[in-house]
């Protein structure tokens, strides 16, 4: 993929989200749809919770309008030259978007009833499950057994642990949206070095609409992702790194051991936590679905860290576990994806620091 789309795609996630906060702020005013201080949140005013849906709208119309452009020889000209060599492709794996963008919508709704009104934690695994079955009808599905039936479980598993994983870790300002930007950040080098380009071009959508959200939401929140934000980013992010890890692979072929770590490393501190989290709570016998101030985030302040430095200090740590990836993709690359993202978080620690 040249320079020219990839700049073109991340400035319209941008530039999208970043567009639909103000609206979605005042109607989440209107109706209600705020985060109010009670309880353990200990936020000072009601907070929007519409970041979710920012986001997704961001990665969602993009997409769909390639879908639609697909093939359009009236729009040549103003496409990049190397589009229409992809538009078959596109075309191909357009029942796999609509069933992933499917299975996020899914989540979105569910997490803002549960944001709402509260779910049962049996009702809301229910319903995730039934999401994440969506994408593997489509297609999209692992592949590390012989047995149809037993890949398509372990996918849905995984979709359902990392839908999971980044609700429990959206627990500070920016930590949920800053993780998921590191990791979306790494898997756009892998996709880009192994030739992806459906599975990069969301996933510059993405990088560039959580840039958007994430200066909303760090240092202070003027937007929430709620639980309809955070469980259908991890979603989103879970799907796309099947369909990185997995993607262009001839059926039977073996998956090269760092494509099928590499996911493993970038969703670390995620996965991390949701597992600290839920032995902890077993063993003093509370439902791992109970919310606390457990997580390694809060570990981290009750050690003396401020919120802001455990958040930072998490994002490094994100960063540092995506390393050895760095001698699988080629220089050039990791440059034009890293240089850029770590400007960009490096401008929001130190607007943390002068701002704080």
């Not at 981290?300 to 995506?322: D, E, K």
């Amino acid at each position: 993929m040249t320079p020219y789309p990839c700049a073109l795609l991340l400035l319209a996630g941008y530039s999208l989200a970043q567009a639909a906060l103000p609206p979605l702020r005042a109607l989440a005013k209107r109706y209600g749809f705020m985060d109010r201080p009670a309880g353990r949140k200990d936020h000072a005013q009601p907070v929007p919770l519409v970041g979710g849906l920012a986001l997704l709208l961001a990665v969602g119309v993009p997409a769909l309008a390639a879908v639609l452009l697909a093939g359009r020889n009236d729009l040549a000209a103003l496409l990049p030259a190397d589009a229409p060599l992809h538009a078959q492709g596109l075309a191909q794996r357009s029942p796999q978007l609509a069933f992933v963008l499917a299975g996020a919508f899914v989540n979105l709704l569910l997490g803002a009833i549960d944001d709402r009104r509260g779910l049962s934690p049996l009702l809301r695994l229910a319903v995730q499950f039934a999401a994440a079955a969506l994408p593997v009808l489509a297609g999209l599905s692992v592949q590390l057994t012989d047995v149809v039936a037993l890949d398509a479980a372990l996918t849905i598993v995984f979709i359902v642990a990392i839908t999971n994983a980044f609700n429990f870790i959206d627990n500070m300002n920016g930590l949920c949206l800053g993780i998921a930007f590191i990791a979306t950040l790494n898997l756009l080098a892998l996709a880009l070095a192994g030739g992806e380009v459906f599975v990069a071009g969301l996933l510059l959508c993405l990088a560039g609409a959580l840039f958007a959200v994430l200066s909303n939401n760090f240092p202070h929140a003027r937007v929430f992702l709620g639980d309809a934000g955070s469980t259908s980013l991890g979603f989103l992010l879970a799907c796309l790194a099947v369909a990185h890890t997995f993607a262009l692979r001839p059926a039977g072929s073996a998956v090269p051991w760092f494509s099928l770590v590499g996911p493993a490393l970038l969703l670390a501190v995620p996965l991390a936590d949701l597992a600290t989290v839920c032995v902890t709570r077993l063993k003093r016998g509370v439902h791992p679905f109970t919310a606390g101030h457990d997580h390694l985030s809060h570990r981290l302040t009750r050690s003396g860290f401020t919120r802001h430095a455990a958040v930072i200090w998490l994002w490094g740590l994100a960063m540092l576990g995506a390393l050895p990836l760095l001698f699988f993709i080629p220089g050039e690359i990791s440059c034009a994806v890293w240089i850029p993202g770590s400007l960009a978080l490096l401008l929001l620690v130190v607007r943390t620091i002068t701002r704080p």
